[in-house]
């Protein structure tokens, strides 16, 4: 039975679903050689981006919650490779900085995701690229006005 018009498989915010969850589970094999997670690499990535960032900003940047959060900083930390203080300026707040071994990790595994995006984008030209980029950033800032 056919209730609508409305086609599933090529909705662009079904495919774009389905892509990244497709991207995620493929970026957490390539870096499993590292030791580390998808969200794990993005958090090093980002506090070594903003050389020190609050966690709730560094989970937004993610785009994972807090509680999931909390587990990768813990697990981030246990690992040495970054470091956690509490904020001067608000004490509920919590400060995360890479540590040497977080930044040589980072540092290595820079290549795998480099390789990792060329593989994935492979064959496909950068001016298409851009107006993928272009698009989905539209849609996230249409998105975000809901």
């Not at 495919?15 to 690499?41: Q, V, Y």
């Not at 919590?94 to 480099?114: D, H, M, N, Q």
Request: aromatic fraction near 4%.
């Amino acid at each position: 039975m056919t209730t609508s018009q409305f086609d599933l498989d090529s909705c662009i915010m079904c495919i774009t679903s389905r892509s990244s969850k497709l991207f995620a589970s493929k970026f957490n094999d390539a870096l499993a050689p590292m030791g580390i997670n998808r969200s794990a690499w993005m958090a090093l990535y980002y506090i070594d981006q903003h050389q020190q960032i609050r966690q709730r900003d560094l989970a937004e940047l993610v785009g994972i919650t807090g509680p999931s959060m909390v587990k990768v900083v813990n697990q981030l930390s246990t690992a040495d490779l970054i470091t956690v203080a509490v904020s001067a300026q608000d004490h509920r707040a919590r400060l995360l900085a890479l540590t040497p071994a977080g930044t040589a990790l980072l540092t290595k595994s820079i290549p795998l995701a480099e390789a990792f995006r060329t593989q994935v984008t492979a064959g496909i030209p950068q001016a298409d690229l851009d107006t993928l980029d272009r698009v989905m950033e539209q849609m996230m800032a249409n998105a975000n006005d809901l």
